[in-house]
């Protein structure tokens, strides 16, 4: 089974549904009192919003495979794809292959070690939401992204977190759940929808396209849908209120 047309077949198409207004409204109409009712007609102005349009919200794509031959490039480039086509997103890939980090973790790094954190630390802590293109590696995911995680800290907080998963059988989908364990320690939410591609090479040509695009794409919109409302909200949020940890 196709896993892009299975997860699609759990997305839901983002509610237009304004069920909330229409009974608010039945409520005045009725004369029924809403315990927030005022005589204040100003009260029912529409707010004010002119002001300049919110930054576009800046995405860090994760590639979380640094193996020789990897496959990560193609998934990656489709989902970028689909991140350009979506719109309104500052992307930024960080790819673990290109940060060679030590796996044994210091509080006194070389000077070698601090110029890849001066490097990468800062587009980690930049970014108002992650998606995290992964493998599924003996039931899990690759070191190297645990690696990147590991190294960092308030980086992750109280931002978003959406997954991109392949592999054989599993889609890399036992990847991702572990995943969601380890950002939930992380301060970060990570985000329901997925899009997963189960025995990932066959879905795509020699040239790296889809070759039936329709699932995957609909899938990583609701990945994206979830995930920039994640993103503005967290975003207002820690700028109201920077976030304790
Ligand atoms: C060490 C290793 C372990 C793997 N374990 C699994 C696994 O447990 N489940 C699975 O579905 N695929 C597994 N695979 C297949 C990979 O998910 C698949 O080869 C994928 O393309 C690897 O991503 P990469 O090429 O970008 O590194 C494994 C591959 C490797 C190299």
């Known amino acids: 089974m196709d896993h892009t047309t299975r997860e699609s077949a759990q997305v839901s198409a983002p509610s ?23 005589a204040d007609p100003s009260a029912t102005d529409v707010p004010d919003t002119a002001g300049p349009p919110p930054a576009p ?14 496959f990560a490039p193609v998934v990656t480039d489709w989902f970028l794809s689909r991140a350009a086509a979506y719109g309104d997103l500052d992307v930024d890939v960080i790819d673990v292959a290109r940060v060679d980090l030590p796996t044994a973790l210091s509080f006194s ?8 954190l001066a490097d990468v630390s800062p587009r980690l802590a930049a970014a108002d939401a992650f998606v995290v293109v992964t493998p ?11 690696n990147l995680i590991d190294w960092h800290g308030s980086e992750w ?9 392949y592999g054989g059988m599993s889609g890399g989908l036992r990847a991702v759940e572990q995943l969601r364990q380890v ?21 795509f040509d020699v040239d790296g396209r889809h070759k039936d695009p ?8 609701a990945l994206l849908n979830q995930l920039t409302w994640w ?11 920077p976030y304790g940890g």
């Not at 919200?57 to 990897?70: D, F, K, P």
């Not at 599924?136 to 645990?146: D, G, M, Q, T």
């Not at 950002?183 to 879905?203: N, Y």
């Not at 329709?214 to 919109?221: C, D, F, I, R």
């Open 157 to 165: 907080h109280a931002k978003p977190v959406g997954f991109v998963s």
């Open 16 to 38: 237009t549904d304004t069920d909330t207004d229409t009974d608010t409204d039945t409520d005045i109409d009725s004369g029924t009192a809403a315990p927030f009712a005022t």
């Open 231 to 241: 993103a503005r909200a967290l975003r207002d949020a820690r700028s109201v209120r």
């Open 183 to 203: 950002f939930a320690e992380m301060h970060a939410t990570t985000i329901r929808e997925t899009v997963s591609f189960h025995g990932a090479w066959s879905h």
């Open 214 to 221: 329709s699932g995957a794409e609909t899938a990583a919109k």
């Open 109 to 116: 790094p070389s000077d070698d070690v601090k110029a890849v």
């Open 136 to 146: 599924e590696y003996n039931h899990s995911f690759p070191a190297a992204l645990k």
């Open 57 to 70: 919200l800046r995405l860090a794509v994760i590639v979380a495979s640094n193996r020789e031959g990897r």
